[in-house]
């Protein structure tokens, strides 16, 4: 089972919301990239994704960006499951730098769709709190209380490097999840 499961199944039952897409698309990134995928971002060697994350709540725990097939399906379905199956599955995980912009790479198997979900797991436990911590897509609108739907995730991916950035949300109270500044 996805030790992660947790971050998908709340985040599945909590967040929502379609949202237009404010992010995205080729960005100038000048920060160091974070990740066991790094060097093909700061080599400009594709297919992958670059991931620039703004509004974190604080640089507790670790970050980390996974790679799903772009169907509704298929979106935030355990790892086993999607490997098991054949699928595209990928995951990043890094410590949340004390300091800095935060850049995450994901190296994706070739080019062409894919959803990708950012989460900011606080407490460094490897299992999603929605009372603690945080998550994010590309399609940055407040993502709410419902199930998130595969299209606030979907990145184009092209055969180099694709850049997209991604605005941290956490729960809002009654409202659900919501980046902390209120856009």
């Not at 960005?27 to 594709?46: F, K, N, V, Y």
């Not at 994010?136 to 850049?163: C, M, N, W, Y």
């Amino acid at each position: 089972m996805n030790r992660f499961l947790g971050a998908g199944m709340m985040l599945a039952g909590l967040v929502a919301g379609a949202a237009p897409a404010w992010a995205g698309g080729r960005t100038a990134i000048q920060e160091p990239m974070l990740g066991s995928d790094a060097q093909a971002c700061e080599r400009d060697e594709g297919p992958a994704i670059a991931a620039t994350i703004i509004g974190l709540k604080d640089r507790k725990g670790n970050l980390m960006l996974e790679l799903y097939p772009p169907d509704e399906a298929d979106f935030l379905r355990g790892d086993r499951e999607l490997i098991a199956a054949g699928k595209t599955f990928r995951r990043i995980s890094v410590p949340a730098p004390a300091t800095g912009p935060t850049a995450l790479c994901i190296r994706v198997p070739h080019p062409g769709r894919y959803a990708l979900l950012f989460t900011h797991d606080r407490d460094g436990r490897a299992k999603f709190s929605v009372w603690s911590d945080g998550a994010g897509f590309v399609k940055g609108d407040r993502l709410g209380r419902s199930r998130p739907k595969v299209d606030q995730a979907i990145v184009e991916v092209g055969p180099g490097l694709t850049h997209v950035t991604i605005r941290a949300q956490y729960l809002r109270g009654l409202g659900g999840f919501g980046p902390l500044d209120g856009k």
